[in-house]
């Protein structure tokens, strides 16, 4: 059973504190086993004997919503989705280089032409866009404060549910679990 990884939303910002401890029991509750936490972001690796994602994903947001009382987006990826992810070269070298951030959106779906339009046109001297299956990599040039961009508006934008994750956090969780 390879393992799953689930990046929730809204978890540990917007004040929704949630005890690592405590999110692992609830997976395990779910009947999930090998469950752990990466960091205090969201970030649970579990295993399951269902293989249907879209099932998983519902499953677990209707549990945390009971369990906690709002709503957590949940975004699943395979350890091998995960690993390709790390690796996927979404912009030329020396732009990766000069950038100060790069993060990582996780939709459900992949982004339609319509969509990828509104994306695309988001674009500033301070932030790039990369579209690639479910995931929108997001390139900042300068710091994150200075730029306009983030998860609500890539949501507000595209009206769809979304959580990002930095490149380094997906790296370390694909070198540990991928």
């Given at each position: 059973m390879p393992p799953?990884?689930?990046?929730?939303?809204a978890i540990n910002v917007g004040g929704h504190t949630v005890k690592m401890d405590h999110l692992r029991k609830l997976f395990e509750g779910m009947g999930f086993s090998n469950v752990e936490t990466f960091i205090a972001s969201g970030n649970v690796i579990f295993s399951a004997e269902e293989g249907d994602i879209r099932s998983?994903?519902?499953?677990?947001?209707?549990?945390?919503?009971?369990a906690l009382g709002f709503e957590v987006a949940t975004f699943i990826r395979t350890d091998a989705e995960l690993a390709a992810i790390a690796g996927y070269p979404p912009f030329p070298q020396p732009d990766l280089e000069e950038a100060t951030a790069l993060n990582v959106a996780f939709l459900a779906d992949p982004l339609d032409d319509a969509a990828n339009e509104k994306l695309l046109a988001l674009k500033t001297e301070i932030d790039d866009f990369h579209i690639h299956g479910r995931e929108v990599y997001w390139l900042c040039r300068k710091k994150q404060s200075e730029s306009t961009f983030s998860n609500a508006v890539l949501e507000k934008t595209l009206?769809?549910?979304?959580?990002l994750r930095g490149i380094n956090t997906i790296k370390k969780l694909a070198a540990k679990y991928g």
């Open positions: 799953y990884i689930a990046f929730l939303r998983l994903e519902a499953e677990i947001e209707k549990e945390l919503l009971e009206g769809i549910r979304s959580t």
